[in-house]
């Protein structure tokens, strides 16, 4: 028995929409995204399942070293570096690689006694903001790593592009071009393509990519979900009707009572809420699958339940099968309903809620 919230994951489904990334890439290699938690997926069940890629991707070193106690013998890269010299050593006692992006950890690397040499990824900022060396250090962060006796050889070229989501915008033909010029001098592997880069900008593929969410079938656009790019959605979201009730007219329904029925309405609660991962946000409307037909969220969401309209569900009964996003109902839609991305939503399922792996 499952319990009443749970996440089926379709794992195989992730080597379905790893194939998808090498249509357009057949000659990258694959940094295959796989921090928090795979997305919400599961760790370590996810780069399980991922065998034949060139290395995984994690954000922190805690995440790298759960994958390598696990088992992972591949490369393992960490987006954010290092964050303290004890974290340079856990990477070079593991064997993970790190993302350069700042002098300080230069300074750190050069300053460090190590018995091994770290792979390094040295980032440049060409309009994220966030993250990395500008244009004009990077001749000097790549001699400091070239010459750095803990670095090992070759030192990598990465960026990271902000708005490949949007085909429109010009940010991204201009963050390739900068990193082009900047980096043309170096014959070194390079990779500047996430997800929206491998499906919509055929020169931010370079001699590696860095797939996520496609890779769990959601789309990085707004307003296109994964199936109609092709991909197979991995996790759908799970739970019960445990009331059905009629309302009177007038009588309203959830905290604040924001929602209040105008006519005598059928409605069911369903055992998930904001305490599963389910968005707060949601607003009324929100579509809700109960027993496979498709109805409305009505009112606010709670931490364990949420309330829908049962008119054109005559059948439903406790006990029946929700189905909150996955299967008919693609996660975007949800987001969108939401006022949030995909991504938050799948990253966001909670502890309660039993990964079931079909
Ligand atoms: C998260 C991340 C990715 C993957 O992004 P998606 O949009 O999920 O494909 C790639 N590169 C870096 C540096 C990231 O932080």
Redesign the pocket.
Known sequence: MTPAAYALLNYPALRHNLAKVREPAPSAKI?A?I?ANA?GHGLIEVAKTLVGVDAF?V?RVDEGIRLRQAGTAGRIVV?EGFTCGEELQLLLEHGLEA?VHGVWQLDLLEETQAAGKLPVWLKLDTGMGRLGFTRSELPMAYRRLSRCHNVADPVHL?T?LANA?DLQDPKTGQQLALFHAATVDYSTPKTLA?????LAWPDSIADWV??????YGVS?FPGQCGRQLGLQPVMSLHSRLIAVKTIAAGDSVGYGGQWTARRSTRLGVVAIGYGDGYPRQAKTGTPVLVNDVRTALIGRVSMDMITVDLENCPEARPGDPVTLWGGGLPVEEIACCADTIP?TLLCGITQRVQIVAR
């Open positions: 940094m995204v921090k997305y991707a954000a987006l993302v990465m990271h989501d996430n997800s929206a880069g491998i860095r797939p996520g969410i496609m890779l990085p991504y």
